[in-house]
């Protein structure tokens, strides 16, 4: 069967240290260790990499090092990406505020993913947003896209036994 092909939300990399939320961290780093055991194809773009550097450096730190143990594909904004992005907003699905979100979800659909992975209530992993990202991708002839958080993710994974 083929692996399933996931774009990482910078807010779910945050979550591998997110001392204040433990149940989301434990919740991340279950998925962490699928990812890392290669049962997903991981994909993240250049704009969370710039929104990770944005981190305390401490933080910034830990973060490197967990996404130094796995392997993943890094999708640099383009034309493309950015088209799509507007969608979002030429179709009030998101704000302007919520462009970084807005490039997010672009780069999951133009890199062909299967899913975007996010804890990003507010504007990815929501009914609403769903909703545009299905109208979007209908408008542009790209794949439809799944919205996961990771406990979403986990949970629908057969053989976890945790």
Not at 114 to 130: E, G, M, R
């Amino acid at each position: 069967m083929k692996k399933l092909k996931i774009y990482l939300d910078t807010c779910v990399i945050g979550y591998l240290d997110q001392r204040d939320d433990p149940l989301r961290m434990a919740e991340t780093h279950k998925m962490w260790k699928q990812i890392k055991a290669g049962k997903y194809d991981v994909v993240i773009s250049n704009t969370t990499e710039r929104e990770l550097s944005q981190c305390h450096p401490e933080k910034f730190a830990v973060l490197t090092e967990y996404l130094s143990e796995i392997t993943y594909e890094t999708v640099f904004v383009d034309r493309t990406i950015i088209e799509v992005a507007d969608k979002f907003i030429e179709l009030g699905i998101l704000t302007q505020k919520s462009l970084d979100d807005c490039r997010h979800i672009a780069a999951a659909i133009v890199s062909g993913c299967d899913a975007i992975v996010s804890w990003n209530f507010k504007h990815i992993a929501n009914p609403q947003t769903a909703k545009g990202a299905k109208a979007v991708t209908t408008l542009t002839g790209y794949k439809d896209l799944l919205i996961f958080t990771p406990t979403f993710l986990i949970k629908g994974d057969d053989d976890n036994d945790s």
